[in-house]
């Protein structure tokens, strides 16, 4: 106690450099600590499940030659054989996307996307917590639905819900559970399932697909539950047995070139999947992860560093009060256990303040909204980061007394009354150090900020060789629509604001963007060589309808677009891209044959070649590409695909031209509420996770300026002090202001430019690994240099203006106040 009243005396005492101390030290492990659940977020996706070891996410992997495509998902039909055939698969799961689904509930009409048809086994695989229903049997029978606790108050609020029953356009689904809302920390999320049951009514027509190639048809997210300690390589070494035993005969059948594989994915490394399957569900970026853990590391060292600095700068004007501590009986041991109380009390201190802004900032502010993540800010709960905090914490304040307890303490009595304890030239070039060391963490975060958004900024000018604005979507809800789309895009042409109308089938829907732009999709080819000779591998496939090309302002540059005119052209026509035609070495690629490999289907032949464009986010380069009219894969019709309205429109009168849109659709499908969606926000979301970054990396460089001014602004304060007699001196001898400014201030700018030098490769480096991300990346040396002068040039000024206080004041004082006591 009584060194805790000592620590507050000191503080109240030294009110501005307290300030400076607490504040900083307070800032850094606020940052600290949000980056810290930030993380703890994201490393713990799916760990919620008590046997997520156990459980593996099975992957579709089609291999044609050295070419591999993989798909999260798989059959329908082979999780089944697995367990059939391998007794080491205890259970497994089967979750299908029911997509946009259009719920009625006594004529109240809304849709929902986080829809899918699952199999009982999820809540003994995943263990969903349940607040109503049996775990074993809720999902047993057809037509049974699971609501989650926000869904069912959405439906049936002030009611109970279970038993009640839900519409669709072709079923009554009845309610038999009520589950608890999804954690923002797993993989995919569901607000509702449909039981599987509902889709396996005709067992016929199943056992007919299932004889028939079914195996070969992805479909389903499935997940296998192995036995305890199983290595699940085993039976990825079995699978070829299976192939050869239910697969090979039906590619033999198509003389299919090629080969399938399966994948196995823990349900824990499905979110930091570095190169995940298509069609799988967000995933999150471990670089990413790695990049804020590494940035709130370099904000707590520079609050830190901060800490200590000031620390042990100050320590040497309190000779004196050691002289006369040891002069009254005080020990070496009594003074080291007193200086470093006092610094454990105060970086205490500063912990304190820094929970209360956490809690502020996320509960309060709504901090977790910026960073696009729900945080929890449970301090009594959550042990780890409270333990991890207060160590740290801890270990800041042991390590910024040590020098004072033990430097001070063992001076001599004499020296110490005397007040000539200095510090020597050793301690000094270790401040100087840690303050370079600050400005090039400081500048390197600046310049990785900087042109973080310089390659944000440039993904979203370049061309992607179609037009992407003010193209509105409308999807398709049944076939109300789909069978008079000719007379739909009549009635929507008589405005003249609107330009063109196409339509295609957007395969994935709403959900599964990944880096999916216009909804294209892998498919084996069989496509005629430049030596006639047939040729299968696997490209990016797109189905689409009359006046796609017009619509969408693709650039022919051989041949022409489908024509409704021929209808052939629907059948048998196809348009590539220049990348195909180059894979395929066609001189002449007009006429050319390819193909769906499959038996009874006849080939297409090339009626048109576009420029390329991309189908897919910047972050992969254009690939060959195939463009079948929608109406040739009868797959697509057999599984009810139905294609959605895109829209040219002058975005001149946009709002006066979505109310006619709007009433258009009301008018010819009153049974679906209106919805639509614009292509270049569909654009935005594939890149709004480095846009993410970019703006919480920009956020975090200006607290990294912000803590390193709270440190220069403490040692220059400190520095003008020590050297206001020499200052004095020189003032009489006729120095200007100028002059006496620059003095002060020339030590400081040879730390920034050593912090500047090194942080230029340092930053080069970190940008051009981040960069390996993109398949298309700005010019890095030239904007690396503008990054570096602007950031340069900032830190300069920032350092300028906050030493300028104090070397101002010093400089401008009358020189007999310095020079008084000679």
Not at 173 to 202: C, R, W
Not at 329 to 355: D, H, P, R
Not at 615 to 634: I, K, Q, R
Request: hydrophobic share 45%.
């Amino acid at each position: 106690m009584k060194n805790f009243t000592l620590a507050i005396r000191v503080l109240l005492k030294n009110k501005f450099y307290s300030l400076l101390n607490i504040l900083g030290l307070a800032v850094g492990l606020t940052v600290a600590i949000i980056i810290f659940l930030f993380v703890q977020s994201d490393m713990s996706f799916d760990k919620q499940f008590g046997d997520y070891e156990r459980i593996y996410r099975v992957e579709s992997n089609f291999i044609v030659g050295e070419k591999e495509d993989k798909y999260a998902f798989v059959s329908q039909f082979l999780p089944k054989g697995l367990q059939a055939d391998y007794p080491e698969i205890e259970n497994y799961v089967r979750f299908r996307s029911a997509g946009k689904v259009l719920f009625d509930l006594d004529g109240r009409k809304f849709y929902e996307n986080n829809i899918f048809y699952a199999d009982t086994s999820a809540f003994t695989v995943f263990k969903y917590p349940l607040v109503q229903g049996d775990p074993l049997t809720l999902l047993d029978e057809p037509n049974a639905i699971v609501l989650s606790e926000t869904l069912a108050d959405k439906y049936f609020k002030g009611q109970d819900a279970m038993g009640q029953t839900l519409k669709t356009a072709t079923n009554q689904f009845k309610v038999t559970g009520i589950m608890k809302d999804m954690p923002e920390n797993v993989h995919m999320t569901y607000d509702a399932f449909m039981s599987y049951e509902t889709l396996q009514t005709n067992k016929e027509l199943l056992a007919q697909q299932e004889q028939q190639g079914g195996l070969w048809t992805p479909s389903d997210f499935a997940y296998l539950v192995f036995a305890k300690n199983y290595n699940p390589q085993d039976l990825k070494d079995k699978f070829p047995e299976f192939y050869e035993k239910y697969m090979a005969p039906i590619a033999k059948l198509i003389n299919y070139q090629g080969l399938f594989t399966i994948d196995l994915t823990n349900v824990a490394d499905t979110h930091f999947n570095a190169q995940p399957p298509q069609f799988d569900f967000p995933t999150g970026n471990r670089t990413y992860t790695y990049a804020f853990t590494a940035i709130g590391i370099f904000i707590l060292l520079l609050a830190s560093i901060n800490y200590m600095n000031l620390a042990s700068a100050r320590s040497t004007s309190r000779s004196k009060e050691v002289g006369i501590r040891k002069v009254m009986g005080s020990t070496k041991g009594a003074l080291i256990t007193q200086f470093l109380s006092e610094s454990i009390i105060i970086a205490l201190v500063s912990l304190v303040l820094a929970f209360g802004i956490v809690a502020l900032l996320i509960n309060g502010i709504g901090i977790g909204d910026v960073m696009g993540k729900t945080l929890l800010f449970e301090p009594l709960s959550n042990t780890p980061m409270t333990l991890g905090a207060i160590g740290v914490t801890l270990l800041i304040g042991l390590l910024s007394g040590l020098y004072p307890a033990f430097y001070l303490s063992a001076v001599s009595t004499i020296k110490a009354l005397k007040g000539i304890a200095k510090s020597g030239p050793g301690s000094m070039n270790m401040r100087k150090g840690l303050v370079a060391f600050q400005f090039f963490i400081s500048i390197a975060v600046i310049i990785s900020t900087l042109l973080m958004k310089n390659q944000i900024e440039f993904l979203a000018d370049k061309d992607l060789g179609f037009n992407k604005d003010n193209v509105v979507i409308i999807n398709m809800q049944d076939t109300t629509m789909s069978n008079r789309v000719d007379f739909v895009k009549a009635e929507l042409t008589q405005n003249p604001n609107i330009v063109n109308v196409t339509d295609a089938i957007v395969v994935g829907g709403d959900t599964n963007l990944g880096n999916n732009l216009l909804g294209a999709s892998k498919s084996l080819i069989r496509a005629e060589s430049a030596d006639s000779i047939s040729r299968d591998d696997t490209y990016p496939v797109m189905f689409v309808g009359d006046d796609y090309v017009k619509t969408m302002q693709l650039e022919l540059v051989a041949g022409r677009d489908f024509d409704k005119n021929q209808p052939s052209d629907r059948t048998t026509g196809v348009l590539v891209n220049e990348s195909m035609v180059k894979n395929m070495g066609w001189a002449d690629p007009i006429g050319r044959e390819l193909g769906l490999p499959i038996p009874g289907v006849q080939p297409s032949k090339v009626i048109g070649v576009v420029k390329d464009f991309n189908a897919f986010s910047l972050h992969t380069a254009v690939e060959p590409m195939v463009m079948f009219h929608y109406d040739f894969n009868p797959f697509l019709k057999a599984q009810g695909a139905l294609p959605s309205f895109m829209i040219h429109v002058d975005g001149k009168s946009l709002r006066q031209t979505m109310d006619f849109i709007e009433q258009k659709f009301t008018e010819l499908d009153p049974s679906h509420p209106f919805e639509y969606r614009f292509l270049d926000g569909r654009a935005e979301e594939l890149y709004r996770e480095d846009a993410r970054q970019s703006k919480l990396t920009g956020l975090l460089s200006y607290i990294c300026i912000f803590i390193s001014c709270l440190g220069l602004l403490g040692l220059a304060s400190f520095s003008t002090s020590q050297r206001i007699k020499e200052i004095g001196v020189r003032k009489v001898l006729g120095a200007s202001i100028f002059q006496l400014v620059y003095m002060i201030f020339k030590d400081v700018l040879v730390l920034i430019i050593i912090g500047f030098v090194i942080s230029i490769p340092v930053s080069y480096y970190i940008i051009e690994q981040w960069l390996q991300e993109f398949a298309y990346q700005m010019p890095l040396a030239q904007m690396l240099a503008f990054a570096a002068i602007l950031s340069g040039v900032l830190s300069v000024v920032v350092a300028f203006l906050t030493v300028s206080y104090h070397s101002l004041r010093a400089a401008s004082q009358n020189p007999v106040r310095a020079l008084r006591y000679e």
